[in-house]
């Protein structure tokens, strides 16, 4: 419609405007020509110094017409002396009273009064140009010539312009209206297929995807939506991966829990101290589900929560208290815990966050490792960046598991990780909260053994930041 709307408007000032400006051109024309003529008769009827019906009709008859419809003289009261309607030969009869006529137009009153006056007229195909012009003789008007054309030709030729302007304005019209119909047709189509693939997609249907044609606006939407919904079925997978992983962590301690109580109540007369080892272990798996559903939580507040207010918080120091916590774990297992701090290491995160990764690497340094084996935790500047590693002599990890020991859940050793009581989570909650303080994490084989495990945080700078509020 506004296509439509717009082609009409260039169409009608395509049509007015040569129109027109024909019309002008042909007025200019006309007024040139006319008023020169009535300037030569009223010049050779200037010599009559007085003028008289015989007189000027003499003078008249000499002069060409030149294809006039009408030449009227008449004297300064306006009344007619010479009519070249009414040529003398019909004029009044000899003896008869004269016909007293008045030519009372508004041209002639106009060249009366002294002024030089034109006007034309376009009508009915026709073009009707009137001028007329004082006779002036020693400064005195003597009398008015008025002079009529009426001319068939050229207001044919305008009208035929007017036409052929119209035809070739509807044909346009025409095509304009049948080629954005069409457009808008097939616009209409790609959008209701837009839509279509979007309420599908609303609907659950994450694997529907658009077929983007050609290169303009809308295959590029079709392409940014086929984009989107990958992502969004990533997103889903992942989601469903994860519902179906927590669930089958949260089953199976409680499926021995179920287990173990079973077999207390169904045997009888159990032995006092078999007893004890089950509930031990119910113990055990009733911790478990604690550390799962605690790291669950960690996890869920990672992704929902908005990071809370961050510190400059000292890395060694923290590092320090967190190592000292584990520090019973690392006896219990035979393992040295070995501490490389240096100071100024301050970086923006809170220090319940810090620990919680700190904790979380030391604690898999120490439970994938060997009795008598070693553990490096270092904290130390790196250009514009604190770095914390956490190296080991431990089981190492195969090099093709290193990209995977982030994902929730991914675990090398199945029965390692469950004999040490870990979740598959552990990792997964360190990189989650490393990216949330706008740092990084990685993990790769230590050289002879054992793994090595870095976490690079951006370096907060005192002096730095004073200037920044001083500025
Ligand atoms: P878990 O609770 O099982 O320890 P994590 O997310 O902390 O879960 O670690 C994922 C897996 O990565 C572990 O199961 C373990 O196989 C491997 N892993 C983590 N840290 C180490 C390490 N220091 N040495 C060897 N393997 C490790």
Same mark, same amino acid.
């Given at each position: 419609?506004?296509?439509?709307?717009?082609?009409?408007?260039?169409?009608?000032?395509?049509?007015?405007?040569?129109?027109?400006?024909?019309?002008?051109?042909?007025?200019?024309?006309?007024?040139?020509?006319?008023?020169?003529?009535?300037?030569?008769?009223?010049?050779?009827?200037?010599?009559?110094?007085?003028?008289?019906?015989?007189?000027?009709?003499?003078?008249?008859?000499?002069?060409?017409?030149?294809?006039?419809?009408?030449?009227?003289?008449?004297?300064?009261?306006?009344?007619?002396?010479?009519?070249?309607?009414?040529?003398?030969?019909?004029?009044?009869?000899?003896?008869?009273?004269?016909?007293?006529?008045?030519?009372?137009?508004?041209?002639?009153?106009?060249?009366?009064?002294?002024?030089?006056?034109?006007?034309?007229?376009?009508?009915?195909?026709?073009?009707?140009?009137?001028?007329?012009?004082?006779?002036?003789?020693?400064?005195?008007?003597?009398?008015?010539?008025?002079?009529?054309?009426?001319?068939?030709?050229?207001?044919?030729?305008?009208?035929?312009?007017?036409?052929?302007?119209?035809?070739?304005?509807?044909?346009?019209?025409?095509?304009?209206?049948?080629?954005?119909?069409?457009?808008?047709?097939?616009?209409?189509?790609?959008?209701?297929?837009?839509?279509?693939?979007?309420?599908?997609?609303?609907?659950?249907?994450?694997?529907?995807?658009?077929?983007?044609?050609?290169?303009?606006?809308?295959?590029?939407?079709?392409?940014?939506?086929?984009?989107?919904?990958?992502?969004?079925?990533?997103?889903?997978?992942?989601?469903?991966?994860?519902?179906?992983?927590?669930?089958?962590?949260?089953?199976?301690?409680?499926?021995?829990?179920?287990?173990?109580?079973?077999?207390?109540?169904?045997?009888?007369?159990?032995?006092?101290?078999?007893?004890?080892?089950?509930?031990?272990?119910?113990?055990?798996?009733?911790?478990?589900? *604690?550390? =799962? &559903? /605690?790291?669950?939580? +960690? @996890?869920?507040?990672?992704?929902?929560?908005? !990071? #809370?207010?961050?510190?400059?918080?000292?890395? *060694?120091? =923290? &590092? /320090?208290?967190?190592? +000292? @916590?584990?520090?019973?774990?690392?006896?219990? !297992? #035979?393992?040295?815990?070995?501490?490389?701090?240096?100071?100024?290491?301050?970086?923006?995160?809170?220090?319940?966050?810090?620990?919680?990764?700190?904790?979380?690497?030391?604690?898999?340094?120490?439970?994938?490792?060997?009795?008598?084996?070693?553990?490096?935790?270092?904290?130390?500047?790196?250009?514009?960046?604190?770095?914390?590693?956490?190296?080991?002599?431990?089981?190492?990890?195969?090099?093709?598991?290193?990209?995977?020991?982030?994902?929730?859940?991914?675990?090398?050793?199945?029965?390692?990780?469950?004999?040490?009581?870990?979740?598959?989570?552990?990792?997964?909650?360190?990189?989650?909260?490393?990216?949330?303080?706008?740092?990084?994490?990685?993990?790769?084989?230590?050289?002879?053994?054992?793994?090595?495990?870095?976490?690079?945080?951006?370096?907060?700078?005192?002096?730095?930041?004073?200037?920044?509020?001083?500025?």
């Amino acid at each position: 419609m506004s296509y439509l709307a717009i082609f009409a408007t260039v169409l009608v000032l395509l049509n007015t405007y040569p129109l027109v400006a024909s019309q002008d051109l042909l007025f200019t024309s006309k007024r040139d020509s006319l008023k020169s003529q009535a300037a030569v008769m009223a010049s050779a009827l200037m010599e009559l110094e007085s003028l008289s019906s015989d007189q000027v009709a003499r003078v008249m008859n000499m002069l060409d017409s030149m294809g006039l419809a009408r030449i009227l003289v008449t004297d300064p009261a306006g009344l007619i002396l010479y009519d070249s309607t009414q040529p003398e030969e019909e004029g009044p009869e000899e003896g008869a009273p004269p016909e007293y006529r008045y030519a009372l137009y508004q041209e002639v009153v106009s060249a009366l009064r002294g002024s030089d006056v034109f006007y034309s007229r376009y009508a009915g195909r026709v073009f009707t140009s009137t001028a007329a012009s004082p006779i002036v003789y020693r400064g005195m008007v003597i009398g008015a010539i008025y002079i009529l054309e009426i001319d068939p030709a050229q207001g044919e030729l305008l009208y035929n312009l007017q036409q052929n302007l119209r035809n070739i304005s509807l044909v346009i019209a025409a095509v304009t209206l049948v080629m954005s119909t069409l457009f808008s047709k097939v616009l209409t189509a790609r959008i209701a297929a837009l839509l279509r693939a979007i309420r599908i997609v609303g609907e659950g249907e994450y694997g529907h995807r658009l077929q983007p044609v050609g290169r303009d606006e809308m295959a590029q939407l079709a392409g940014e939506f086929n984009h989107l919904t990958d992502r969004l079925q990533t997103t889903e997978e992942v989601r469903r991966r994860f519902v179906s992983d927590a669930s089958h962590e949260l089953k199976t301690p409680l499926a021995s829990i179920r287990l173990l109580a079973d077999s207390i109540l169904q045997t009888d007369e159990m032995d006092p101290e078999m007893v004890r080892d089950f509930v031990g272990d119910i113990g055990s798996e009733a911790d478990r589900l *604690a550390r =799962v &559903t /605690e790291h669950l939580l +960690a @996890l869920t507040r990672l992704d929902s929560l908005p !990071a #809370g207010d961050a510190f400059p918080v000292d890395t *060694a120091q =923290v &590092t /320090e208290r967190t190592a +000292a @916590l584990l520090q019973p774990v690392a006896d219990a !297992a #035979g393992v040295t815990v070995l501490l490389d701090l240096k100071p100024d290491c301050l970086i923006l995160c809170t220090e319940d966050d810090l620990s919680q990764i700190c904790f979380n690497l030391v604690e898999n340094a120490i439970k994938y490792n060997y009795s008598g084996g070693k553990v490096f935790v270092s904290v130390h500047r790196d250009g514009d960046q604190v770095l914390l590693e956490v190296g080991d002599t431990g089981v190492g990890i195969p090099e093709e598991d290193l990209p995977k020991v982030f994902n929730r859940f991914y675990r090398v050793d199945k029965a390692r990780s469950r004999a040490a009581g870990g979740t598959g989570l552990g990792l997964s909650i360190v990189r989650d909260t490393v990216r949330r303080h706008g740092g990084w994490v990685t993990a790769r084989s230590r050289n002879p053994e054992g793994s090595l495990f870095t976490a690079g945080f951006p370096r907060y700078d005192p002096e730095e930041d004073g200037k920044g509020e001083g500025l």
